[in-house]
Every structure is written in C-alpha cells, then in structure tokens.
C-alpha cells in the first residue's frame, strides 16, 4: 500500500468519526433547545438508535456512558426477543447476569517510571501481571458452582461490552468446559476438571470481524446453534448495533455433552485483556472497573426429536451469510418455522475455525518493500532457532563464571491440540509434572497461545528435581541457601511472531502438602511472573531474553553484581515445596492463533 494511499484512508477514517461526532452533538443540541410541544418529536426522531448510541461512545472510549447504554440496550434485546412470535428464544431474570473483572485491576497499574527495583518489587505475587482477567457472573443462581452454568443445544451466552481501550496490546475471549461428564451413564461421579476450550477458537484483537479491532463495540455470542445466533443478530441489528460488531464463538457441538443437566458439562468463560502497558495503564485500570451485561439465552428445542437423523451441517468459513448446507431428512413433527430456517449444529468437521481479519491484514494488498519485510522477519526468526543454543551456552557461561555452576534444564512445548483431546480423554493431562499431578486438564488453555512447561522441578534448596521433596525444612531459613531460577528464550515479539509473552514461576505447594501421595492443582499457587516489557535489554541480542525468579532480594542484587542484565522478581513464598516453570507466547499476528516454530527454552539454577 503507498504512502498516498495510507494517507487518504486514515483521512477516511477522519472525516467519519468527525461526521459521528457531528451527529451526536447535533442530536444534543436539538434536545436541548426543542420547545415542549416538539418534545415527542425531539425525543423519538432525533434520538441516536440505541444501538448506535453504544457503538458511538464505544469508538470515543466514553466507557462510562457506554457502560450505562449497554445495560438498556442488554434490556431492550430481552424485551424484543421476548416478543417475537414464535418465542424462539427466553433470558430468564435469574441468568441475567455480568462480565466482570476478578483480579488485577489497579486503577494505575504499573508506573510510567518504573526502575529495575521496583519492577523487582512489583511482579511478586500478582498472579499474571500482564493480563487482566474477566468472567462471566451470576448467571444461574440455581446452580451452586456459579459462575459456571450448563446449556441446552440452542441455548447461547451473551455479552456486551466496549472493546478494551486500544492501549491494551491482546483481548481474547473463550468459553471453557471447566467440568466434564464422561461415561455413557452421565452420572455425577464420572465428572472431571478438563478446563478446556469449548469453542473452535476464541474471539481476539486478531480475528474480529470489521476493520478495527479496538474503539469498537463487541457483542460476543456463544453458541452451538446456527438459528440462535442468527436470531439474535436479528434482534441485534435491528436495535442499531453493527453486523462487524456481533461475534460468533462457535461451540463444539460434536465434543460437549448438553442438557439434562444430569449429563450436561459445566461451562465457564474467560475474558483476558493484557497488556498492562508502562503508558495507558490508567486507561486499562478504568476500563476494568466496569461490569458489562452478560445472560444466558435459552433457546426453543426443535419440534423433532434431538437425536432424529439429518442434523445438517454449515460448510461455513464466513458466518454472515447462509450457503449450501447439505441434505437433510425433513420430519413431519417439524413447524412452517423449522422447514424455512432450519437449524443448523456446528460439528468439529465444520467448525468455522477463525483466521486473521482480512480488513487487517490485507496481504493482496501488500507492496513489494512489506512482503519483503515479512519475509525478512521469518528468515531471520528461523536463523534465530538456530543460534540460540550458542547464545544460551554463552549465557551459562557467564553464570558459571559468576556463581561457580549453572544447573542446566529445558521448557518443553506443552501440546494441548485446542482442546479437542481434553474433551475425549479423560486420563490427558499434558500440564502435569512428575512432582505435580495437575488434575485440569489442559488448564485452561486458549487456542491462541503456545505453552511451555518445565522438564524438572527445582526444590527447595535450589536442586533440580524430579518430584522428590527435601524434608529438611529448616534449610529454608539459613541464607546460604538462596537461589535463582534463570530463564533464556527466544524474545518473539520482537521477531514480530507474537503480541507478547510472559513466564511465570509456580510452586507445588508447602513441603507438608507437597509431600502427599497426590500432589495435585489443589496446592499449585503462582509465587512470581515476568512479562516482554521487561525483556528489552535483558539479553545479549535483542531476540532473545532472560528472566530470573529468586528467593530474596539480597539474591537478586547478586545478579546486578556479577553484570548480568536479567529483571528479576522475588519469588512471594519462600517456605514451598517445588517450583516449576510455564512460558506462554501469545497470538500470532498474522495467523490469530498460536506463534508456531517457537524454539525449546532454556533454564538455569544458581545457588547464591
């Protein structure tokens, strides 16, 4: 694209949002100074649709405003869908509910002016501290593991938000299966923690419909049901709001088990927005203190038998328009409705899996001089992979050269195949440990993201392990026992492979509970995370980086000494059993899913 060309769609996109803008001090205006007797006129003409009042203060970042217009609009959806004819779809008053933020919501975040040591103070025990999490809340108060509730085959969620202000780098959201029954019988006792992604793929700032990604509104439907979400974009658009602002995340209509709730699996969400920049934090800290509308729609079973054969499927790679479904037997139990609209359930054999906006990243459109610089970025990442294990070996070097030894040991890549083998294997567990049986499953894993997990533990006297816990826990008090855990890998968001990372350090657990038989999730706490903005000069090249949890702050100071540039964070907990490692790289930005072709990470243990 030219530099011409760049230059008139950005003053396109100008003028609109001048035009907007315009348009809503005009219909201000005229409220203002209509006459009493045009008041009926002012009021039902000259009145933004609701809808479009939503997407405008969204655009603006008005989040206030647009938090109070997204609870009459989620109002006004009920009272419309409650008035079609056909009563397709209900929200009970009891599952309406909010899309909330549960931790890591500082109004300020982390300051602009953030030095090496109060970084190394303020990573400490703050969970992620590059993401903020949000879930849907109080949705069924019937079921007593809220907010986790269970749907029929049209049954939906929906939620209404503003996007996250666009100082935020990532936004994703997922819907889980949390608990699953396996077993033909569906008896309670055959439940599991599976914590696995129930969609094809989450909605992220990658993969949205419409030419923008953030200062928009979003509207997120989750659902197996083609006729549910149509419906409801029906009702949706009918109320102002814009076809590109209504997201599909399609379950796994195939992989889940549904109503009666006997067999049904338990179902949770996950909203993540991150990053917590060092500008902008005020803005991300504002914006999370908001509850957005959220409520669970309760869509009409088919007049034909569940089970009846014929379920037609949806060949779809686009949502927005109906095309070529494939036969289907026609049922005479079936209404006039279900003969003109049928349903339509998505299978794994047709999930429309999402992909990059092509409005985003139009590559047909990309002059020669950018191919060559996305050409330049893989040939430079795959010649990374390959000067790393001499990069990492010098790394050791000046370790040892520092303390005396490096214990050396690996992050392997964890597979979790989107979550489709959690969901048909009951025994798959690919986050546990030999001294960690972590019993959920893909644990909450997101298709967009590429996990790493530790190959050893290390134990409480800075030794490698592999689950055997030192008894010995007066050595956790002597001084000559503080350690550091190094991490060295390879920095893709500078390779421009990935929208960020972070790496965290988890403990087993007190030596008392990780010294039982069954050393599960039960125990596991995070005790220290470090995150890519910290990463900048931390290596020698800047396509790697380096991370280091230690066990004091005296430790930390070491590293400063020995002229070893790696930010470190103090691990919260000093009295655990083991520690492991989990890296986690997210979003491609030209794939929307997860970074691929990341190389094996390094570690190190130095004792100090």
């Known amino acids: 694209m030219t530099t011409a060309a760049k230059i008139l769609m950005a ?56 938090n109070e217009v997204a609870r009459k609009l989620a109002r006004e959806v009920i009272e419309r869908g409650g008035n079609r004819g056909n009563n397709f779809y209900n929200v009970r008053a009891r599952e309406s509910g909010r899309l909330r933020f549960t931790h890591d919501t500082s109004e300020y975040g982390l300051e602009e002016t953030m030095n090496s040591e109060s970084l190394m103070q303020r990573t400490a025990n703050t969970g992620n501290p590059g993401v903020m999490y949000a879930r849907v809340e109080n949705v069924n108060v019937n079921n007593q593991n809220w907010p986790y509730f269970q749907f029929g085959k049209r049954d939906a969620t929906m939620s209404i938000m503003c996007a996250p202000p666009s100082s935020a780098k990532y936004y994703s959201y997922v819907t889980y299966v949390w608990r699953k029954t396996f077993g033909a019988l569906g008896l309670r006792s055959l439940r599991q923690t599976v914590s696995a992604q129930a969609s094809s793929s989450p909605v992220n700032n990658k993969n949205v419909r419409g030419s923008r990604a953030f200062r928009r509104a979003l509207v997120i439907i989750s659902t197996a049901s083609s006729k549910t979400f149509h419906d409801l974009k029906e009702v949706l658009e009918n109320t102002g709001i814009a076809s590109t602002s209504i997201e599909l995340e399609a379950l796994r209509y195939d992989e889940l088990n549904f109503l009666p709730s006997i067999i049904a699996d338990d179902l949770t969400t996950s909203f993540r927005v991150g990053i917590w920049p060092l500008k902008g934090a005020e803005a991300l800290g504002v914006y999370a203190r908001y509850e ?134 009951p025994s798959y567990q690919p986050f546990s440990l030999p001294g960690v049986n972590v019993r959920s499953g893909c644990f909450g894993s997101t298709a967009d993201a590429a996990y790493s997990l530790s190959e050893k533990l290390v134990n409480n006297l800075g030794e490698l392990s592999d689950g055997n816990i030192v008894a010995d826990a007066s050595a956790l008090t002597k001084e000559s026992q503080d350690f550091i855990v190094l991490v060295f890998g390879e920095n893709a968001v500078h390779d421009g492979r990935a929208t ?70 103090v691990m919260l907990e000093r009295n655990f059993g083991n520690v492991f490692l989990i890296e986690r790289v997210y979003l491609d930005p030209k794939t929307a899913t997860a970074p691929k072709d990341i190389a094996k990470t390094r570690a190190f243990v130095v004792k100090v």
């Not at 045009?38 to 479009?52: C, D, H, M, N, S």
């Not at 990442?381 to 001499?390: E, F, G, P, V």
């Open 11 to 66: 003053s396109h996109k100008v003028i609109l949002l001048l035009s907007k803008l315009s348009l809503l001090l005009l219909c201000c205006l005229l409220s203002a100074t209509t006459p009493n007797f045009g008041g009926v006129f002012a009021e039902q003409e000259l009145r933004l649709p609701i809808g479009k009042e939503f997407e405008l203060l969204c655009e603006l970042e008005d989040f206030e405003k647009a």
């Open 292 to 425: 957005w509308p959220a409520m669970i729609v309760r869509g009409r079973e088919p007049a034909r038998a569940a089970n009846s054969g014929g379920n037609s499927l949806l060949n779809l790679l686009s949502l927005a328009t109906i095309s070529r479904p494939t036969t289907r037997q026609q049922q005479p139990e079936e209404d006039e409705d279900e003969r003109q609209h049928p349903d339509v359930f998505y299978s794994k054999e047709y999930l429309p899996m999402r992909g990059p906006n092509d409005a985003l990243f139009p590559s047909s459109f990309l002059n020669d001089e950018e191919k060559d610089s996305q050409s330049k970025i893989y040939h430079r990442a795959m010649k990374q992979k390959t000067s790393l294990n001499a990069a990492a070996d010098e790394f050791q070097s000046k370790l040892t050269n520092a303390f005396g030894n490096a214990n050396k040991f690996a992050l392997e890549r964890v597979v979790v195949n989107d979550g489709a083998k959690c969901l048909s294997d």
């Open 500 to 569: 960020f990372f972070n790496v965290a350090a988890y403990t087993t657990g007190d030596p008392v509970s990780s010294r039982l038989t069954d050393r599960s999730a039960l125990f596991v706490s995070i005790v220290a995370s470090l995150d890519d903005r910290s990463f900048d000069e931390s290596a020698s090249s800047p396509s790697y980086y380096s991370a280091a949890f230690a066990t004091s702050e005296r430790a930390c100071s070491k590293l400063k000494s020995a002229s070893i540039k790696s930010p470190c964070a």
